[in-house]
């Protein structure tokens, strides 16, 4: 097993991230959402398919009840989420899990010949992600690596009453 326990987060990868938010807050009563527009990833900390590769997306993250939700909306550049719109339009593109051990688990995947299509890092906030190939499931699996300062920072937004799966 590569990962067991709570799923962190699902994330959608959509056109347009007010009209999704729109959706989530009005059909499902995700109350609220922290915003970040123009996320920027450059070649020096992303890779597809291990080649560097540099893009832009905004992200909105909120809660339903304790389930992290992320949305994304690909702004420039070829990435992971623009590769899903081109191809299949919007959707559930992955779940994420944050492993006890973020680097055992990266290792256990490869050993079992898990493809890890994509990467990504913010050293300065702490935070590292692979994204591993769904194979019969479809949609990626999402590993994170997460600073105390990320953790404190997700459990601030999660509603009262709900904890993260790392606490």
């Given amino acids: 097993m590569i990962v067991g326990g709570a799923i ?3 994330c959608w990868v959509v056109r347009d991230i007010a009209v999704a938010q729109q959706a989530f807050t009005e059909q499902y009563g995700v109350a609220d959402w922290f ?3 123009d996320v920027h990833f450059g070649t020096e900390s992303a890779e597809l398919r291990g080649v560097p590769t540099d893009y832009t997306i ?3 993250l909120g809660y339903a009840g304790g389930q992290q939700l ?3 909306e690909p702004r420039d550049g070829v990435s992971l989420y623009s590769e899903q719109l081109e191809r299949i339009g919007p959707g559930l593109h992955h779940a994420a899990w ?4 973020y680097d055992a688990a990266l290792t ?3 050993a079992a010949g898990i493809e890890i299509v994509a990467r990504g890092r913010f050293d300065d906030i702490g935070m590292e992600f692979a994204y591993l190939d769904g194979g019969s499931i479809g ?4 590993l994170m690596r997460l600073s105390e300062e990320m953790k404190a920072m997700f459990d601030h937004l999660i509603p009262a009453g709900f904890t993260n799966p790392w606490q």
């Fill in 8 to 10: 962190f987060q699902l």
């Fill in 35 to 37: 915003s970040i527009p």
């Fill in 58 to 60: 905004s992200v909105a």
């Fill in 70 to 72: 992320e949305l994304i």
């Fill in 98 to 101: 944050v492993p006890d051990d």
């Fill in 108 to 110: 256990e995947a490869c």
């Fill in 139 to 142: 949609s990626y699996i999402e």
